[in-house]
């Protein structure tokens, strides 16, 4: 399934662009094509899995200032927590709102773009 992801990406997005997305996600991401994942200094990024469409304003100033584009959220999150670091800074079920997840991709601030089975990309807008 992320092979599909991959491809549709490497179609789809600017090469070198900032996504947002977890760590198992990213590794896919990474390794076959040409985006950027949050870095460790970046993991703010990742308050996305906490407030979805309803990002603060410090968020959504701190995703534009680091040029992130797009999230490539994987939905199983939904209602499979992972007890793994799902990313930098991930304390479990306190990190990510399955309520926001659902609604993700209801405002302009989130606009899906393509969605499977088990993913959905969106593209943030400041």
């Keep these: 399934m992320a092979d599909g992801l991959a491809t549709w990406v490497r179609a789809n997005l600017p090469a070198d ?13 990474t390794s076959e094509t040409r985006l950027n994942v949050p870095s460790p200094s970046q993991s703010r990024a990742f308050g996305l899995y906490r407030e979805g469409d309803g990002a603060s304003p410090s968020l959504r100033t701190f995703l534009a200032d680091q040029h992130f584009t797009y999230w490539i959220l994987d ?6 927590l992972p007890a793994g670091k799902l990313f930098q800074g991930y304390l479990g079920p306190a990190s990510v709102n399955v309520d926001a997840l659902e609604l993700a ?7 899906p773009l393509y969605s499977t089975a088990h993913y959905l990309v969106m593209r943030i807008s400041p």
């Excluded at 997305?21 to 991401?29: A, H, K, P, Q, S």
């Excluded at 939905?75 to 499979?80: A, F, G, P, V």
């Excluded at 991709?105 to 606009?111: K, N, R, V």
């Design 17 to 29: 662009s900032n996504v947002v997305t977890d760590r198992f996600t990213g590794e896919v991401i």
């Design 75 to 80: 939905t199983r999150i939904e209602s499979q």
């Design 105 to 111: 991709g209801h405002s302009d601030f989130l606009t």
